[in-house]
């Protein structure tokens, strides 16, 4: 009897876990699987989480912009000088939306002096970037927020994925490098993408990232040496030279391409299609626009306002 019970102990214990190890490939499956789905659909990215609504490349408009059903979050990254990455639009201390950590704001004229590449991440971090009325977005709610790490981001996405029950986002980030700026605010194109390819690495998110910039280099060395990677070739409105010359400045063909919206006509759309490339247009605040440009048949819009997408 002992012997029999001891039999009977064993087999259930393995069955236990053989079902925990099925369910955990089961979910791994799963998000992969949801994860082409949104590649195939019309993509909804929140820039800078959602700037119209909450702080912008703060964790809060992040969330926020996962519950409006976005399917990429929008999102700029820096480096601190104990290089570590966030998200920040500028590699300063932005006059609009930052207090200083004694309550007062900094003026226009000395924002640049607050240079972040030259702080500690736990100096950074004491900044607010959330209380502040922004002038040019008014429906944005205050709150009390800090520049986050990528990382922290990506857990905080993660643990909301777990209770959300809705398709994993794509998490669309931009190299806020440019020449004339090297090791001053940022550091040179090759160390700062190997700083993100080590952090996307380790938190296993290489099939969720794209890496988008107007600055061709890092995306030149990002195709290098880890091509696997989503590119997005960002254009300003300035830019008048062609589709085609662009291309061949950068190099290679971009995952996407994603010019200011008002450069996007159907023609160009057309020939982007051609060469198997996306075209997502930012930042597009208009439902009228959004309108417009999905006729002409652009695969993704980048908008302040997901809610507008709804």
Not at 120 to 133: A, F, H, N, Q, R
Not at 294 to 299: N, P, T
Request: glycine share 2%.
């Amino acid at each position: 009897m002992p012997s029999t019970i001891k039999i009977t102990a064993t087999f259930f214990l393995l069955l236990l876990i053989a079902c925990s190890s099925n369910k955990k490939i089961s979910n791994k499956n799963n998000i992969i699987t949801t994860s082409a789905v949104i590649a195939n659909t019309f993509d909804k990215q929140g820039h800078r989480g959602c700037r119209g609504l909450m702080p912008e490349n703060t964790i809060p408009a992040m969330l926020k912009a996962l519950h409006l059903n976005v399917t990429t979050l929008e999102m700029d990254a820096s480096i601190s000088k104990d290089k570590q990455i966030f998200l920040s639009h500028e590699p300063f201390f932005n006059h609009e939306i930052t207090t200083k950590p004694d309550g007062s704001f900094i003026e226009q004229k000395d924002e640049h002096s607050y240079n972040m590449y030259h702080m500690l991440y736990d100096s950074i971090k004491t900044y607010d970037v959330g209380l502040k009325p922004h002038q040019r977005f008014p429906l944005q709610q205050r709150l009390a927020a800090s520049k986050p790490l990528l990382s922290d981001l990506f857990d905080s996405v993660r643990t909301y994925m777990l209770t959300s029950k809705r398709p994993y986002p794509f998490f669309n980030i931009e190299t806020k490098c440019i020449p004339a700026t090297d090791n001053v605010y940022h550091p040179a194109p090759a160390e700062f993408v190997e700083l993100l390819m080590k952090l996307i690495s380790e938190k296993k998110m290489e099939q969720y990232v794209i890496i988008q910039s107007f600055d061709f280099r890092s995306l030149q060395y990002l195709h290098q040496h880890y091509p696997t990677i989503k590119t997005a070739m960002l254009i300003e409105e300035f830019d008048k030279r062609t589709l085609e010359t662009q291309i061949k400045a950068l190099g290679f063909i971009p995952t996407i391409y994603s010019p200011e919206n008002s450069l996007v006509n159907k023609d160009l759309v057309e020939k982007c299609h051609q060469q198997n490339i996306k075209v997502i247009p930012w930042t597009v605040n208009e439902v009228k626009k959004i309108n417009e440009l999905k006729k002409m048949g652009v695969d993704g819009i980048i908008s302040d306002y997901p809610d507008l997408f709804n």
